[in-house]
């Protein structure tokens, strides 16, 4: 059965998001991954590395194959998390 996202229900769009963002996980380009690797290893220079994810994001800063849509949700979830552990930590 084919669904066009318009017609679903909320919860059902949830489902089908979850359920993209999990083969996005699983199938990360060359990019994503290095991008989300400087993100995990960013130690106390975690801003500066949001601020180029955002210039790349933004076109400012070039990049071979940046990555897609599904993939920068999952690279500012992880900036995120870092973001709220080291405020945790502090």
Do not use: C, T
Not at 36 to 45: R, T, V, Y
Not at 46 to 68: E, R, T
């Amino acid at each position: 059965m084919a669904y066009h996202v318009k017609d679903m229900s909320q919860l059902d769009r949830m489902i089908f998001e979850d359920r993209i963002m999990k083969e996005v996980r699983s199938a990360l380009s060359l990019s994503a991954m290095d991008l989300l690797k400087q993100i995990k290893n960013a130690n106390g220079h975690l801003p500066a590395v949001g601020a180029l994810l955002y210039k790349i994001q933004q076109g400012k800063v070039k990049m071979n194959n940046p990555p897609s849509a599904p993939e920068w949700s999952l690279l500012w979830e992880a900036y995120h998390e870092q973001q709220q552990a080291r405020r945790q930590n502090s």
